[in-house]
């Protein structure tokens, strides 16, 4: 299993997300492809793209 992108943090990953939308929030570990988290870092990722996704999905919506 992946281990967490952000750095400092060596904990087993559980999500992967877009790294453009992850360095957002975090800084991140050197990789590329997606961004991924642990259970921790993906619920603060949650909780800090709340507004943007809602915004996302409205505008999808139309």
Request: charged share 45%; net charge positive; with cysteine.
């Amino acid at each position: 299993m992946p281990t967490c992108d952000v750095v400092g943090c060596d904990r087993e990953a559980v999500r992967a997300v877009s790294r453009e939308e992850a360095r957002k929030v975090f800084r991140l570990k050197e990789g590329r492809g997606k961004a991924h988290l642990c259970r921790e870092h993906y619920k603060e990722f949650k909780k800090k793209t709340k507004k943007e996704r809602k915004l996302r999905y409205l505008a999808w919506r139309g």
